[in-house]
């Protein structure tokens, strides 16, 4: 019967080196409707993406002037959450107030 198995001095040894890569980011985004409140577009800032009052007023003049504002970047689990959030609060409180991911 003849030995299969290879000798340790017949191999060769690689030096693989870990990369390590960056998950994706992705752009949360308010989307502008006619029909949202200013005031609840800040409490949704406020609550869902932690803003502060002024950071929260400062992205909602900009979804209500050029349609969509930027909320935030998250990884794409994460970003999907908050869209998940804003969309289940909106319908909680009868606003079709729409949020998007955007790749960056």
């Not at 030995?3 to 390590?20: F, I, M, P, Y």
């Not at 950071?55 to 970003?79: D, N, P, S, W």
């Amino acid at each position: 019967m003849t030995d299969t198995r290879q000798k340790s001095g017949d191999l060769v040894l690689e030096r693989t080196e870990k990369q390590t890569k960056e998950p994706a980011r992705f752009k949360v985004l308010l989307i502008n409707d006619d029909y949202t409140t200013m005031d609840f577009v800040v409490e949704v800032l406020e609550t869902v993406f932690h803003k502060t009052p002024a950071e929260a007023f400062r992205i909602m003049m900009q979804v209500h002037t050029q349609g969509k504002g930027l909320c935030g970047v998250y990884t794409f689990e994460v970003a999907e959450t908050k869209v998940e959030a804003v969309h289940e609060l909106a319908r909680q409180n009868g606003y079709p107030l729409r949020a998007a991911l955007e790749e960056e």
